[in-house]
């Protein structure tokens, strides 16, 4: 199974909105609604924040969303925050009944 | 709230293998599904596999050879092994337990806090 493909880094100012894609295949991103979304400050375990394509976890800012078209997922963070500067990884389920990443993208607020 | 903890050597030689234990806490491992991912360093998440269903699994196809996931329900602990392990299995190895929203259970919605791995003679 192959990686999702994400950009590797993303930027923005503080308050802009900014969006991360996360491209697979009709094996996985485009076949099944099952995309999730971690952020991952440095040194500490990833944080769910997005699952399901467009679910939040309960506590999690409304300032993250998140969609789908065709074999693209994306995430948008509205409302850019120095907080939100971290890594962002995409992962979906596949035909294989195997869970599978994106490489990763970092973001920097600038 | 579930909290989870790994635990195992932080040093593993060359072709031995690795194993580790989550100790889970906050919950009964019989409840919920469970993962382990790992991290190289500087690199990106690898899914390495599911625990499910009393002790069913669901491993990465990469790995899958030389990968065992189980499960003991007296500890409420879970354990990855890896076999023949190489430099290419140094990594921050997690466990997490999976997150379910009516029948879709495929992503981790609560993480350890993660263990560095590194092999090397």
């Known amino acids: 199974q192959s990686a999702l493909t994400q950009p590797a880094s993303v930027s923005g100012s503080p308050g802009q909105p900014i969006t991360i894609s996360c491209i697979g295949t009709?094996?996985?991103?485009?076949?099944?609604?099952?995309v999730s979304w971690y952020q991952q400050h440095p040194g500490k375990a990833p944080k769910l924040i997005i699952y399901?394509?467009?679910n939040r976890p309960s506590g999690v800012s409304n300032r993250f969303s998140g969609s789908k078209s065709g074999n693209t997922a994306s995430l948008t963070i509205s409302g850019l925050r120095a907080e939100d500067e971290a890594a962002y990884y995409c992962s979906s389920f596949t035909t294989s009944s195997t869970l599978v990443f994106g490489g990763g993208t970092k973001l920097t607020v600038l | 709230q579930v909290q989870l903890q790994e635990s195992g050597p932080g040093l593993v030689k060359p072709s031995e293998t690795l194993s580790l234990t989550c100790t889970v806490s906050?919950?009964?491992?019989?409840?919920?599904?469970w993962s382990w991912i790992r991290q190289a360093p500087g690199k990106g998440l690898e899914w390495i596999g599911y625990l499910y269903n009393s002790g069913n699994t669901n491993l990465n196809p990469s790995l899958k050879s030389r990968v065992t996931i189980s499960e003991d329900t007296p500890k409420n602990q879970f354990s990855l092994k890896v076999t023949s392990v190489t430099a290419a299995d140094t990594a921050v190895y997690y466990c997490?337990?999976?997150?379910?929203?009516?029948?879709?259970?495929?992503?981790?919605?609560?993480w350890g806090q993660g263990t560095l791995v590194t092999v090397s003679s």
């Open positions: 009709s094996s996985d991103v485009g076949l099944f609604d099952y």
């Open positions: 399901d394509v467009t």
């Open positions: 906050g919950g009964s491992i019989r409840t919920y599904y």
């Open positions: 997490a337990r999976v997150h379910c929203s009516g029948t879709s259970c495929y992503s981790f919605g609560s």
